[in-house]
């Protein structure tokens, strides 16, 4: 599998687009590192406690107190005490950002967790036999009563890579410690590295994977981090200087765009449609275009193995988290479906953020379960319509039509001697009429002088009617 890591950088912004065999299949994007907060820790101070909520607010120095589970908090807290917390959450809306007094500090080939006394394996590092090596090694050089994970990047390394990963991160943790005990006037304690360097960290590896950026000095800067990394190796960064931006030249901006569609369809003709709710996203599978070529349940078997794959690449691309109900297209026999099933798992498998397939409902549907982790593709790219407050839907032009013609009799029983409307040329259309007949039984009815102006600057439901009244 060709793997590319694409890095382009403006001002503030730096986007990251993880690229498998030329398909774009993780989006990550930064525009300030300084206001990102998940993964700092700070010195907090516990606001007031609530248990019957089973929480605390707690005072990190931000415009909103953090939100801690007592649940994810190490010891019983009061009002007043200081407490060592790590964001786990960004802030959202109301809510402030969501804390945990688990710590846990992520290295190249470990993640540190000081005070909790665990050892874990990355998933993705399949291979028994490797598990059980890298497992010993975590064993012999952690400290007593502390915990790592072992991260995918480390399957082959070097008991030594580790030992170093390890006392790198312990540096760290005795920084912060220090820190916690002094009188600093900033809350802060740990603050995380930016996008580009997390990126580089977590998911580059030597000889397998590329990586191509849109500016010299980020060339630069990527050469000098991937050695401190991997000390003694040579990496090969790759600096683009086209005239089209590097995103659109390596045709990630299309498929990024299709990713934020409600409709997306498949090769083979048939289609999928997701619906995001606050609870739950539900995908509905179609065989749109697709006819097939033998009978109807060779038709659908095939639109919705091909569905399986496209889903598990969506669901990774967007980020989507939480609950997923697929309705896939009725198969009677349960050989299909347990092919259907195991297409959807392997494809999910290529996945590094956890996921719990839980099969076919009693009503025919497929439930599944996908790692809350970053934000929404679309809560980053996009803000809800002003227009449609977020429901997808605005009035009709004839409903527009019919509200003007309201207004300008509301207006005209205010003894108003003319009206004015300017509207979208569209809606001014309806309300004018074929030959201006509209308009004509409109003043008729009135009694007034109307003048309808269209302005294509407004938007199709914005309108504005004025009067004037007789003195």
Not at 93 to 101: A, D, E, I, L, S
Request: proline content about 3%.
């Amino acid at each position: 599998m060709e793997r590319k890591i694409v890095i382009s950088a403006l001002l503030h912004q730096v986007q990251v687009g993880i690229v498998e065999d030329n398909r774009l299949v993780e989006y990550y994007l930064e525009r300030d590192s300084k206001e990102r907060l998940v993964n700092n820790i700070y010195k907090g101070r516990v606001e007031n406690v609530l248990p019957g909520m089973g929480a605390a607010f707690v005072d990190i120095g931000k415009a909103k107190n953090a939100f801690l589970f007592l649940a994810d908090a190490d010891a019983d807290l009061s009002t007043g005490d200081s407490v060592m917390v790590q964001v786990s959450k960004e802030a959202a809306g109301t809510k402030g950002p969501r804390v945990t007094t688990k710590i846990s500090l992520p290295g190249r080939y470990l993640v540190l967790m000081p005070l909790q006394d665990h050892i874990g394996i990355s998933r993705q590092i399949t291979d028994a036999a490797e598990r059980a090596r890298l497992k010993e090694i975590a064993l012999s050089i952690r400290p007593a009563k502390m915990g790592v994970i072992v991260r995918t990047v480390a399957e082959n390394s070097t008991p030594e890579e580790l030992q170093q990963d390890l006392e790198e991160l312990l540096d760290v943790w005795a920084r912060i410690q220090e820190k916690f005990k002094g009188k600093s006037r900033s809350p802060l304690l740990y603050h995380d590295h930016d996008l580009v360097h997390r990126i580089l960290r977590d998911l580059y590896s030597q000889g397998e994977t590329a990586v191509v950026v849109d500016r010299a000095d980020l060339q630069q800067r990527i050469i000098r981090e991937l050695k401190e990394l991997a000390p003694g190796s040579d990496p090969k960064v790759e600096l683009y200087q086209g005239k089209v931006d590097l995103f659109t030249y390596l045709g990630l901006k299309k498929q990024l765009e299709r990713a934020g569609n409600h409709r997306i369809w498949l090769d083979c003709g048939g289609y999928l449609v997701f619906n995001q709710t606050e609870a739950l996203l539900s995908i509905d599978v179609n065989t749109g275009k697709y006819v097939g070529t033998k009978n109807l349940q060779d038709t659908v078997v095939k639109t919705n193995l091909q569905a399986a794959v496209e889903i598990a690449y969506q669901l990774r691309l967007r980020n989507t988290g939480g609950i997923v109900i697929i309705d896939f297209i009725d198969m009677t026999d349960p050989a299909d479906r347990d092919a259907v099933l195991s297409e959807l798992a392997t494809a999910l498998g290529r996945d590094k953020t956890r996921t719990n397939l839980l099969g076919f409902t009693r009503l025919g549907l497929v439930e599944l379960t996908r790692k809350k982790t970053e934000r929404l593709l679309a809560h980053v790219l996009e803000v809800d319509c002003p227009h449609c407050k977020g429901t997808g839907r605005v009035l009709s032009d004839e409903t527009v039509a019919f509200q003007i013609a309201l207004k300008v009799h509301s207006l005209a029983l205010e003894n108003a001697a003319a009206i004015s409307v300017n509207c979208h040329p569209a809606v001014a259309g309806l309300v004018i009429g074929p030959g201006g007949s509209n308009l004509r039984a409109l003043e008729q009815h009135t009694g007034r002088t109307i003048k309808v102006l269209g302005d294509a600057s407004l938007a199709r439901q914005d309108y504005e009617v004025k009067s004037w009244s007789i003195d």
